[in-house]
Antibody
Framework: QVRLLQSGPGLVKPSETLSLICTVPNDSINDYSWNWIRQAPGKGLEWIAFFYSGGRVSYNPSYESRVSIAMDTSKNQFSLKMNSVTAADTAMYYC?????????????WGQGTMVIVSS | DIQMTQSPSSLSASVGDTVTITCRASQGISSYLNWYQQKPGKPPQLLIYGAATLESGVPSRFSGSGAGTDFTLTITDLQLEDFATYYCQQTYTDFRTFGGGTTVDIK
């Protein structure tokens, strides 16, 4: 089972940028595709974005103008940045990985980072 | 965008019951449909992928079926540890949508 370690601040001020990192300590990040998902308190799962083999990136159109994801193969990490956050972005954020095959399910998940947007 | 609609949004059941959850896609997704289980305070866990293939380690009382637009997750002989929320997700398109979730609680 691939292990994922999430890091990043749990409190972000409105209008600022949310930045989260997912580290893959024991496997090569190049062997998988990577996703970000969030879950507002008491709500369902919402897919944000994924990074697929060869640099292909896909974003949820609801966030596309505010979100970017990237891979750092030298550190075996992938990241999420979401700018201009509001209270509506308060949620648990998960990173999740899948096999390199395009339609693969999300096999392994990070522990989650609860991000609160508040001044 | 493909919309995924789950029903019911919640249900109450007893240990030993059989429960069925449905997931409908707004357009055909072949068999690229996955089911996840989530318990409070935990990340989701993959149960079934490709509409009907059980993830390794998942008990055989879980089963999935369907193709195209209509899918079902069935849990037979419901156990205490199965009370949780279940989500479907399509991985047919780049925009990988989830269903709204179905919470199974104890009657």
């Amino acid at each position: 089972q691939v292990r994922l370690l999430q890091s990043g601040p749990g409190l972000v001020k409105p209008s600022e940028t949310l930045s989260l990192i997912c580290t893959v300590p024991n496997d090569s990040i190049n062997d998988y595709s990577w996703n970000w998902i969030r879950q507002a308190p008491g709500k369902g799962l919402e897919w944000i974005a994924f990074f697929y083999s060869g640099g292909r990136v896909s974003y949820n159109p609801s966030y596309e103008s505010r979100v970017s994801i990237a891979m750092d193969t030298s550190k075996n990490q992938f990241s999420l940045k979401m700018n201009s956050v509001t209270a509506a972005d308060t949620a648990m954020y998960y990173c999740a990985g899948a096999s390199i095959v395009y339609s693969s399910p999300l096999d392994f998940w990070g522990q989650g980072t609860m991000v609160i947007v508040s001044s | 965008d493909i919309q995924m609609t789950q029903s019911p949004s919640s249900l109450s059941a007893s240990v030993g019951d059989t429960v069925t959850i449905t997931c409908r896609a707004s357009q055909g997704i072949s068999s690229y449909l996955n089911w996840y289980q989530q318990k409070p305070g935990k990340p989701p866990q993959l149960l079934i992928y490709g509409a009907a293939t059980l993830e390794s380690g998942v008990p055989s009382r879980f089963s999935g079926s369907g193709a195209g637009t209509d899918f079902t997750l069935t849990i037979t002989d419901l156990q205490l540890e199965d009370f949780a929320t279940y989500y479907c997700q399509q991985t047919y398109t780049d925009f990988r949508t989830f269903g709204g979730g179905t919470t199974v609680d104890i009657k």
